[in-house]
Nanobody, 113 residues
Framework: QVRLVESGGGLVQPGGSLRLSCAASGFTFSNYAMRWYRQAPGKERELVAYISSTGGSTTYADSVKGRFTISRDNALNMVYLQTNNLKPEDTAVYLC??????WGQGTQVTVSS
């Protein structure tokens, strides 16, 4: 069955960086675009970044453009989100998503001094 497992979250000071990872299994990973979302307490789930199946096309939410980078390794069935210059408003649970409605359990990112 489809499985998405995120990792790499944690507590970081403002201006810091984290690299989030999502390990995918149970489907032909290289056939599907992937997305990272985030959800902060009391807020709606927000699309953060998108990457096409080949990795040749990416898009970002305006709030993270220039600070976050999405990438993937189709040989390893992994998708990554490099987060730089983190701000307190980036605090959220970050979730990996593939089409057909599958989600990971999320990884918590907390940005605080």
């Amino acid at each position: 069955q489809v499985r998405l497992v995120e990792s790499g979250g944690g507590l970081v000071q403002p201006g810091g960086s984290l690299r989030l990872s999502c390990a995918a299994s149970g489907f032909t990973f290289s056939n599907y675009a992937m997305r990272w979302y985030r959800q902060a307490p009391g807020k709606e789930r927000e699309l953060v970044a998108y990457i096409s199946s080949t990795g040749g096309s990416t898009t970002y939410a305006d709030s993270v453009k220039g600070r976050f980078t999405i990438s993937r390794d189709n040989a390893l069935n992994m998708v990554y989100l490099q987060t730089n210059n983190l701000k307190p408003e980036d605090t959220a649970v970050y979730l990996c998503h593939m089409p057909l409605g599958y989600w990971g359990q999320g990884t918590q990112v907390t940005v605080s001094s």
